[in-house]
């Protein structure tokens, strides 16, 4: 048999040091995680195209330009209010990932206290947002009422269903760790939790920019 | 019900007689023989490509009875695509035949005979690999240079282009109306359905829009195609090389009756495109009081039809019935798209065509029947009661409004007595 | 919060060095990200300041900040393996460029959109 | 023997494994390994790969008896097989059940089954995802096709669907409905999968398994996957704002309020256009195996293959607007979409050469999958020239939506993708089954694939040249197109001979092979060269006794032949000795699960909650919850099936993200 044959394979490296017990060091959930935000930012990217493509349009179209019509489009935004909500999710990102850390640390006890905070500030985004929406459409602009409205409801409401998501995941990891379910052997997990919640906040950021901020 | 001697695509002799013109004065020889329909290919066009010249005889000879055919240019536009798209065949041809006898030849040739026999393990050749990495860039480069010179060639609009009007093609289902805008004002002076009339030499300026889907606005032998989406009106123009009578057909997907979406557009000579445009400019004669069956059916068309279609001097601005030629004032008419700044589409077409000087056309319902022959110009009864009579029988359509089908498509069955519809008819073929 | 990093530091010490303790960094990096909020809603009341002509690319460059800041940080993209990143920076990379052209076909840059 | 054994691994997640937690619900696991509940519990690759191909298999007869009653009403003017109502909507289902449930799910049908064993895995990464998104594609499909019983009809809109005819005005019945709900299940179903195959391509390698030692096959799978990764969250967008418009009163295509129609062409292209790749990749794959083997040479210039591949990839992302060169997005998109539409023909044509280069010098037996493999090459090429004439902007606007396009695209549909997905049939069966198809049958099947196709598509070219619009439910007598749409319509009943004979084909050699006394064709039955021919036939379940160590691509054909001083090669080992003898007891498997199934269930209800009444969503979402829940609460291993001796990369890990 050929020499080389019977060598042993000298590039089989096992780097099974850290997390990764996998040929490239990562684990698989992880990359699956990051391969999904990578995915996440198409979806988004429509949404958001659509919205300015169409918050465009509204005014641009013919018998549109009059003042009542245009008070159903961006007039109606309250910037100091979304401000402070932006500001609420933002914050719920440094929560997040503090309790990471405090879980990597086997700080189980701060990591829950953190998770639930990060939670309750989600859930004050989502109360923020409903009340924004209850505000629009007492303003009389309904999902359906022009194009842009169409289009901000579907792209401020998909970014609302993944922060809601991302509370049930936060509130399931909560409960699992009261379980002892969630132990630091398990950091990983509420990593890869947190990077979900991390995109969701930077998909905000985003979105308070280009929406809210640019007319 | 398609009685094949009065299809406008029969390529036979017979209908090589010259057609008079509506007008009388006008002797037009444009005829058959002129138009593409029926006509002997054009000697040489083709001649350029083996290739192509193989694959047309492989079609079995040219336009010939062939009214769609994209391989027999006669306008502007159409013609540079052709002398754009006969090298790209060539090309491609090329490199079919190569490919395919390459692979042919390798799979003879390299056969294995022998079991045990092995082949010399060759892994690759950068540099060959780079070859033919660049050498199909290169052609394609080349390719790229014609695209694009023509691309802008037929975007731009010629210099040439008709200053005196402009047409707005607009599609609805599954039916085109052409509202004429004399002037290029941004009044719409006219409108016909069905059939275009252009003259021939000046490259005409056209703008295609929609009132409810996409459709897509194509006559093959003059140009390429233009869709016409609703909300959007896209620039595009047509010129035909010499008089002739051009088919076409909607290519996008629209609905139940896209396949039935037809249009032609007429090529005529100036002079005669003027006589044209001046008749249309004229709003339709209320039939002289010796004409009692039209009269009636005057009476029968102003009750059961005016919902739907126009007749100047008949209907009002408003689409309601008018009483006298006077109220009739094209430039205030607001039942026309086009009449004002387009603003979004009715969504749904609540439009008919407008049979003004209906008898002025050979086709209709889309272009695919025959409202008058070809030949004789003489007026087919039988289609146009059988029309009347029951409009689903020529064209799936969904005229009513039913359950979820909120809005009515296409022409109903209007229910009428055998006598009505010969008044009606009689009426019909006073609109000349 | 500055409290936290010494306890747990403390209680579970050398064991864990693949977990260096980053608390200080987020917390800093928190600040950044609410300075730059602030400064992102500071250009809302023009009566106070006109950004004039440069309020688009500032809003543009504070939002990319925070993008970067959040995703490096936060996210330990900075820290972690770089197929990771790339990952992601291809879908970002796609979705700008995409919807970039896509806009660009509709006119959306520049003046007026015509129909 | 030279295979390294390589170590086994521990859970990367920690999920405790003393037992203590009991598996939640009614479900509990079947320890049967044969039998309809090891197949509907399965999270085995291989046989959700199978599942994946026998349901792709089963709706090519649909979508074949769809395209049938097309060419029967085509077959002569005026037609009047279907009335035009029914002519729209079973084209539109014969292009959406071709593309989504026939095409893409038989080529992940090899991926699965193919991905793991030529990166020397013994599962995907996540198993139990994975039969989730079989069961989704399952769903989805049925949900789509049952349109036809329940709810007014099909789809009438097109595969593409354009807006605003797909709007509730336009077309109000369901069938749209069922388009843009059933897509979003089978988009999710992909999408799942997508991740899923990559992490397993990139994480599960085998030791020494470099990128660039893996088979030509899994790297175009790699680049399919993500392209679906990237073009499906696109398509989502589109029908996510048409059914908010079909069922919420949006207005994302209401033209009167103005909207533009052009923005769902966009989205849907920029989907779409990747999805062509998507579904030719995987083929051009296939054939990137078989032709080397059958030439016995290598694949010629492996990087250039793979950086093609990869090039088509990127460049699928450039060209979307050459759907809608006639759609009047304006001269400057059009010229900038022509151009980069005409030079993807480079990278292609890098492929085809390459192809060809590797069969020259060779010594070619021809199989039946090799006969398949070069009928690809010999016909995509037509196809992708014509793609070539469509590029040239303005000519495409003489060629776009004629049958001139129909048959382009069914070059490379039929004549590109179909012919490798029957080329890794042949090839891959005896590896799958353990015995072979039976290769004079086999042959004939072919040739009358060839001929019926050439018949029935190449007509179509003339057609579509002499002004044969496409979708349009007949044509005038006087349109002259009456002859060659008869040959078309002939030719489709030469494949469907081909297709009948196929059948025949897989059931009489199974009858025969039985007969013989179930003869195995041996680990290697065709002297090959990547990992998957180095386990016995059929693939045993833990797939690799011990994971191979790879020192090269094509590792396999190296461990039984080295080169001598002419550089040809010399055998220097039997088969018999370098292949593995699958007899490896107590390998640590994940357990099979019925949750997938469960949750995959609720979708469509939700489907029909959504389009006929919202009390049928409160079944679907509580089978999704039961799902999710049940899923959660359910170890991915038993701890009682835990050996312990053989760990495996991947097999044992609990996917805690899919909790969300
Ligand atoms: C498997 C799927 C597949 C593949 C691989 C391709 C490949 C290509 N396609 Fe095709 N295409 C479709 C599926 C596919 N297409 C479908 C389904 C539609 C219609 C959708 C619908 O409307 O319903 C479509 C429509 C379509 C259009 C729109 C037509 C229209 O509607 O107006 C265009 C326009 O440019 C196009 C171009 C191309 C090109 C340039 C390639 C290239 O990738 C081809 C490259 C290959 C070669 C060129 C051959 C080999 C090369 C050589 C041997 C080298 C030398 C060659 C030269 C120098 C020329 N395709
Ligand atoms: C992979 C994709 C794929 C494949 C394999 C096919 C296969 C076939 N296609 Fe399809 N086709 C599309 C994808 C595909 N098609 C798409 C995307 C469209 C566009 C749709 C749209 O416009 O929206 C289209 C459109 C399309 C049209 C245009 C319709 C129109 O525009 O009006 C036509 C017309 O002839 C056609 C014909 C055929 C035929 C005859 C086959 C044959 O090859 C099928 C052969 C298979 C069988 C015959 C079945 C197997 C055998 C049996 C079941 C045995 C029993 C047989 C009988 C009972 C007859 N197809
Ligand atoms: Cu109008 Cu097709
Ligand atoms: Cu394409």
Not at chain 1, 153 to 176: D, E, N, R, S
Not at chain 4, 250 to 263: E, I
Not at chain 4, 298 to 303: D, L, Q, R, S, T
Request: aromatic share 12%; charged share 15%.
């Amino acid at each position: 048999m050929a020499e080389t044959l019977a060598a042993p394979a000298t590039d089989a490296h096992h780097d099974d040091h850290g997390h990764g017990h996998t040929i490239t060091g990562i684990s698989n959930e992880k990359l699956a995680m990051w391969l999904f935000l990578g995915s996440e930012c198409l979806l988004f990217g429509g949404l958001i195209s659509t919205f300015l493509l169409y918050r465009k349009k509204l005014n641009s179209f013919p018998g549109f330009e009059n003042a009542e019509i245009s008070k159903l489009g961006a007039q109606l935004f309250d910037i100091p209010f979304t401000s402070v909500s932006s500001f609420v999710l933002l914050m719920s990102s440094l929560t997040m990932v503090l309790a990471v850390s405090s879980l990597q640390r086997r700080d189980e006890q701060r990591m829950r206290i953190w998770l639930l905070a990060t939670a309750l500030l989600g859930a004050s985004f989502i109360a923020g947002q409903i009340y924004e929406f209850t505000a629009f459409v007492k303003e009389g602009l309904g999902f359906t009422t022009n194009i842009f409205s169409s289009a901000f409801f579907t792209l401020t409401g998909f970014h609302g269903a993944h922060v809601v998501i991302g509370i049930i995941i936060l509130m399931t990891m909560f409960a699992m760790s009261l379980q002892g379910r969630l132990g630091p052997e398990r950091a990983e997990a509420l990593e890869i939790a947190g990077l979900y919640w991390h995109f969701v906040d930077v998909v905000w950021v985003v979105v308070f920019v280009v929406v809210y901020l640019i007319k | 019900m398609r009685a094949g001697g009065w299809r406008v695509g029969q390529g036979d002799d017979k209908l090589s007689a010259t057609v008079n013109g509506r007008n009388g004065d006008h002797d037009e020889t444009r005829g058959w023989e002129n138009s593409m329909i029926g006509r002997k290919r054009r000697t040489g066009a083709l001649a350029t490509s083996l290739i192509v010249l193989a694959m047309v005889a492989l079609t079995g000879c040219g336009s010939d009875g062939r009214p769609l055919t994209t391989l027999d240019p006669r306008g502007q536009a159409s013609t540079d695509i052709h002398k754009l798209v006969v090298p790209v065949f060539i090309v491609a041809g090329i490199v079919f035949v190569f490919v395919n006898l390459g692979v042919l030849f390798v799979a003879i040739k390299f056969r294995r005979k022998d079991e045990d026999e092995f082949p010399e393990q060759v892994h690759g050749n950068t540099k060959l690999e780079l070859g033919w990495t660049i050498l199909p860039a290169v052609i394609m480069a080349g390719i790229a240079v014609g695209t694009i010179a023509t691309l802008f060639n037929i975007a731009n609009e010629p210099d040439d282009i008709a200053q005196d009007f402009e047409v707005t093609v607009v599609g609805q289902q599954w039916w085109w109306s052409f509202e004429y805008d004399l002037g290029r004002d941004g009044t719409i002076d006219f409108v016909t359905a069905s059939e275009m009339v252009i003259p021939t030499g000046t490259p005409v300026k056209i703008t295609t829009t929609s009132r409810d889907v996409i459709h897509s606005f194509w006559i093959p032998a003059l140009n390429g195609k233009k869709d016409a989406a609703p909300g959007r009106n896209h620039p595009f123009w047509l010129n035909a090389d010499a008089p002739g009578r051009y088919l076409g057909q909607c290519t996008e997907f629209c609905g139940l009756s896209h396949g039935y979406m037809r249009m032609l557009v007429e090529a005529r000579d100036q002079g005669d495109f003027e006589a044209w445009v001046a008749n249309q400019m004229k709003p339709a004669a209320i039939p002289a009081a010796s004409d009692e069956a039209a009269r009636r059916g005057l009476e029968v068309f102003t009750g059961a039809c005016t919902s739907c279609h126009q007749v100047q001097g008949v209907n009002s601005n408003d689409c309601t019935p008018i009483t006298s030629a006077s109220q009739y004032d094209v430039a205030k008419n607001t039942c026309w798209v086009g009449a004002q700044p387009y603003a979004g589409a009715a969504q749904v077409s609540g439009y008919a065509p407008d049979l003004t000087h209906l008898m002025s056309r050979y086709l209709f319902v889309g272009a695919l029947y025959d409202l008058r022959g070809p030949t004789t110009g003489e007026l087919n009864r039988a289609e146009l009661e059988g029309w009347i009579r029951n409009p689903d029988d020529y064209k799936p359509m969904l005229p009513e409004a039913t359950g979820d089908n909120k809005y009515g498509r296409g022409m109903p069955k209007v229910p009428l007595t055998e006598d009505q519809i010969d008044d009606l008819v009689a009426y019909l073929s006073t609109l000349k | 919060m500055s409290t936290t990093t010494e306890t747990t530091h403390g209680d579970h010490g050398a064991a864990h060095e693949e977990h260096p303790n980053r608390d200080m960094t987020y917390v800093k990096v928190a600040i950044i990200l609410a300075a730059i909020t602030g400064l992102e809603t500071f250009t809302y009341f023009e009566s106070v300041f006109d950004f004039g002509a440069a309020l688009v690319p500032v809003l543009l460059v504070c939002m990319t900040a925070k993008f970067y800041l959040i995703a490096a940080y936060f996210m330990h993209l900075r820290w972690d393996k770089p197929v990771l990143r790339r990952a992601f920076l291809t879908g970002i990379v796609i979705a700008l460029s995409v919807y970039a052209v896509t806009l660009a076909a509709f006119k959306f840059f520049g003046e007026g959109m015509p129909r | 023997m030279a295979i390294v054994e390589r170590e086994p691994l521990a859970l990367t997640t920690g999920e405790p494994s003393n037992g203590s937690l009991e598996p939640l619900g009614v479900l509990a696991r079947p320890s049967t390994k044969t039998g309809w509940r090891s197949w509907v519990s399965t999270v085995d690759h291989k046989k959700i790969g199978i599942m994946y191909g026998v349901t792709a298999l089963f709706f090519f007869f649909v979508a074949g008896f769809e395209a049938t009653l097309i060419r029967l009403q085509l077959a002569q003017p005026n037609g009047t097989v279907l009335s035009a109502d029914l002519y729209n909507q079973v084209f539109t289902m014969h292009g959406v059940t071709m593309v989504f449930l026939v095409i893409m799910p038989m080529a992940a049908a090899f991926a699965n089954y193919l991905l793991p064993l030529q990166v020397g895995a013994r599962d995907v990464a996540f198993p139990r995802l994975n039969a989730l998104s079989f069961w989704l594609f399952l769903f989805g499909g049925v949900f789509l096709n049952t349109s036809w019983v329940i709810g007014g009809g099909g789809p009438d809109c097109g595969w593409f669907c354009y807006a605003p005819n797909s709007g509730v005005v336009f077309s109000p019945t369901a069938g749209v409905d069922y388009y843009t709900l059933g897509l979003l299940i089978t988009g999710v179903a992909s999408s799942i999968g997508a991740i899923n195959l990559i992490v397993t391509v990139l994480n599960l390698r085998a030791p020494g398994m470099s990128l660039f030692r893996m088979p030509v096959f899994t790297w175009m799978q790699l680049v399919v996957q993500m392209l679906l990764l990237f073009s499906l969250p696109v398509i989502t967008v589109a029908l996510f704002l048409l059914t908010f418009d079909r069922l919420f009163g949006a207005n994302f295509f209401n033209v009167a309020q103005g909207a533009d129609p052009l923005l769902w062409q966009h989205l849907f292209w920029i989907f779409g256009h990747p999805e062509v790749y998507i579904l030719i990749l995987p083929s051009f794959g296939i054939v990137s195996e078989v032709i080397p083997v059958f030439s016995r040479k290598p694949i010629y210039g492996y990087p250039f293959m793979v950086f093609s591949g990869i090039a088509i990839g990127f460049m699928g992302w450039g060209v979307w607007a050459h759907h809608m060169f006639a759609s009047g997005i304006g001269p400057i998109s059009v010229a900038a979409f022509s151009l980069a539409t005409m030079f993807i023909a480079v990278p292609t044509g890098v492929k085809i050469l390459n192809w060809m280069a590797t069969m020259w010098g060779g010594r070619i037996r021809f199989t039946t999958a090799m006969l398949f493999a070069v009928g690809l090459v010999a016909m995509f090429t037509i196809g992708g020239l014509s793609g070539v004439t469509h590029s040239v902007a303005p000519a495409d606007t003489q060629q776009t939506d004629t049958y001139y396009i129909v048959a382009h695209f069914h070059y490379v549909l039929f004549g590109g993708a179909l012919l490798g997905l029957f080329s890794g049939m042949y090839f891959w069966w005896p590896k799958a089954f353990g015995h072979f198809l039976d290769e004079k049958l086999g042959k004939a099947h072919f040739w009358l694939m060839i001929i019926g196709f050439n018949l029935t598509f190449g007509p179509m070219h003339i057609l579509g040249l002499q002004g044969m619009s496409r979708r349009i439910q007949t044509y005038q007598a006087t349109d002259g197109l009456t002859f060659w749409n008869r040959v078309a319509t002939f030719g489709v009943f030469v494949i469907a001979a081909g297709m009948l004979l196929f059948l025949y084909n897989i059931g009489s050699s199974y009858r025969s092979w039985k007969a013989a006394g179930r003869p195995n064709p041996g680990a290697d039955p065709w002297d090959s060269r990547s990992l998957e021919w180095s386990i016995p036939s059929p693939t045993p379940e833990h797939n690799f006794d011990t994971i191979p160590t790879v020192r090269a691509a094509d590792d396999f054909w190296h461990r039984k032949y080295g080169e001598d001083e002419h550089g040809r090669a010399v055998r220097i080992a039997a088969t018999e000795d370098v292949v593995q003898k699958g007899d490896a007891t107590g390998v640590h498997l994940p357990s099979p699960s019925y949750y997938p199934l469960v949750l995959a269930a609720g979708l469509p209800f939700i489907g029909y909650g959504l389009i006929f009444n919202l009390l049928l969503v409160i079944p679907g979402a509580l089978l999704v919850l039961w799902g999710v829940y049940g899923w959660a609460y359910e170890p991915s291993t038993e701890p009682d099936d835990h050996h312990g001796d053989h760990g495996t990369a991947a097999a044992a890990h609990e996917e805690e993200t899919s909790v969300g």
